[in-house]
């Protein structure tokens, strides 16, 4: 079983549409995915009409963006339902804050010379409302102001560098809440970039079982294997399941393609066990 529970479509910073993505993961042997696009449910119905015509298993999924202290965190909903009012009402109150703070980015970015970004961002954003600091990126490299997305990412779009806004995203309570309330399992995101010391990282998993978390990332494309097992230690002693997932965005666009998800470390409770 080839299994990949984190990915992305144009109905957020994907390069690739639903259908696209599902039949990519076909191609490459996938036989479960979850699409996980961020605050945004969207894809869900056109990747299960595809996902039916291929015959992949395909798993509800999103990435809900969270603020919790000072560090922005990714929460991942597994088995979500997607019709669930209060998750639907929440994604859409932090659409509406992107589009907020993508004039505030622009602003800054307009502030260190570089000028039209907002619009420029906007022509990358098929999904009129969710415009990530992907968009941003895409941008700023065809204006010649760096030579890649990671370039970008490295000068600008992240603290202290120009385009970079602090941001009021969902609170971790309320986002665990949405995907529980929903029927679905939360898992923690990449654990592994998020800027925290041991003492933080146990502080947040602490709060995430209290609130209900069911699993952490363990495998993905922003770990190294060396993390794989760090974070599968975490897991296990936090009384965690644990996940695995590419977060593929498009060929030629971060480290792993879609179902490009090495086997979790032994002694793991996958989280898929139940699906
Ligand atoms: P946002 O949710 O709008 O703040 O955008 C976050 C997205 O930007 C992530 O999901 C990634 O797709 C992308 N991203 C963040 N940091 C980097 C990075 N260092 N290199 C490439 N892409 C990044
Ligand atoms: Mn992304
Ligand atoms: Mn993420
Ligand atoms: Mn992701």
Same mark, same amino acid.
């Given at each position: ?142 204006? $010649? ?31 665990? $809440? ?98």
């Amino acid at each position: 079983m080839k299994i990949d529970l984190h990915s992305h479509s144009t109905c957020s910073d994907g390069l690739l549409s639903p259908a696209e993505l599902v039949e990519r993961a076909v191609l490459r042997g996938v036989d479960m995915l979850a699409l996980t696009d961020h605050d945004e449910l969207a894809g869900l119905e056109a990747a299960r009409a595809a996902a039916q015509h291929w015959g992949l298993r395909l798993i509800d999924g999103v990435e809900i963006s969270v603020q919790w202290e000072e560090t922005t965190l990714h929460i991942v909903g597994l088995n979500v339902d997607a019709d669930h009012a209060p998750l639907m009402d929440g994604l859409a109150a932090i659409r509406a804050g992107r589009e907020q703070r993508a004039q505030r980015m622009a602003d800054s970015l307009n502030a260190a010379g570089i000028t039209g970004s907002l619009e420029g961002a906007r022509r990358y954003a098929k999904n009129p409302e969710l415009l990530s600091r992907s968009h941003f990126a895409r941008y700023l490299v065809e204006a $010649g102001h760096a030579r890649d997305t990671n370039a970008v990412f490295r000068n600008y779009l992240t603290p202290g560098k120009p385009g970079y806004v602090p941001h009021q995203w969902a609170a971790l309570k309320d986002a665990l $809440g949405w995907i529980a309330g929903s029927g679905g399992l939360a898992v923690l995101a990449h654990p592994g970039r998020y800027p925290l010391n041991q003492q933080q990282a146990e502080k947040l998993l602490g709060e995430f079982v209290e609130l209900g978390g069911a699993a952490v990332e363990v495998v993905t494309g922003s770990h190294t294997p060396e993390e794989f097992v760090v974070w599968a230690r975490y897991a296990k002693r936090f009384g965690l399941r644990a996940s695995a997932g590419s977060d593929f965005h498009g060929p030629g666009e971060g480290y792993r393609d879609v179902g490009n998800v090495p086997v979790l470390p032994a002694g793991c409770d996958p989280v898929w066990s139940g699906f």
